[in-house]
C-alpha cells in the first residue's frame, strides 16, 4: 500500500496553521503570567524591615508565605521564608572574625557561589545570594568579631544580581540601625 496524501484547500491550511500559533502562544503566555502570588509580599525578615519589592524576585509563586526566626548558635540569627511549607529564602546575621571578609564568609554560604565584591569590599552579591559587612557594630559577647549580614535564595530558578546587591545593602543598613549593633 503506498501512502497518498489528502490534498488540503487553500482554507483548510490557513486554519491549520492559525490554530497551531494560538495553541504556541496561548502555552508561551500561559508560561510568563502563571507566576501569581496569593499572598503579600512580607515587609520585614524576622523584625528587620525590609523593602518588599526587594524580595520578590526570589519568591515563587503559591498561596502562602511564611517566616521563622532560628538561632543555630550563640551568634548567628537567621530568618526562614518559606512559600506553601518551601524554604524559598534565608536572610541572616552572624558574628564572625574581626579580620574576615566577605569572601571568607561567602565560601561557607552554598547559594552565595563566587559573587562579585562592591562598595570596599564591604558587599559581596551573586544572583542567588549575598554577604554584606556590618561596619562599627561591636558586641561584648563577640569581642574581637564583626558582624556580617547574609541573604541566600533556595527557590529554584530565582535570581537576579542587581536586585540582590540592592537587597543586601538595605538589608545591612537596618541591621547597622537595629538592636544588634552598638
Known sequence: MQYTPIPLSATLRLLAVVTASLAVGTALSGCSSGEKQGYSLPRSLCGVSVDPDLLAPFLPPGEEVSTRQATPNGGTQRCNVSVDGEL???????????????????????????GKVITGHD???????????????????HPDQALFTVVQVFASGRKSPSTMQRLITDYTEQIKKGSDCT
Open 88 to 114: 524559598a529564602l534565608v536572610a541572616g546575621r552572624l558574628w564572625w572574625e574581626k579580620a574576615g571578609s566577605v569572601a571568607d564568609v561567602a565560601a561557607v554560604h552554598a547559594q552565595v557561589n563566587k
Open 123 to 141: 558587599f559581596l552579591h551573586s544572583g542567588t545570594g549575598a554577604v554584606g559587612k556590618v561596619g562599627g557594630c561591636t558586641d561584648p559577647a
